[in-house]
């Protein structure tokens, strides 16, 4: 597993970033049903068009 990811980061550098940022909103929707998108993008710090 850990060969894959360095293998990823050398091929995407940002790969690591996308998908935490990507867990981190699913997490937040997942615990705050139901969630509207302004909500969302109020609770993470990030901008409505990011969070869409």
């Not at 597993?1 to 995407?12: R, T």
């Not at 550098?13 to 909103?25: A, G």
Request: hydrophobic share 40%.
């Amino acid at each position: 597993m850990q060969e894959i990811l360095s293998l990823q980061k050398k091929i995407v550098p940002e790969l690591v970033e996308v998908l935490e940022k990507r867990y981190n909103i699913l997490r937040t929707i997942y615990y705050n049903q139901p969630i509207g998108r302004r909500v969302l993008a109020n609770q993470l710090d990030l901008g409505e068009r990011i969070v869409r």
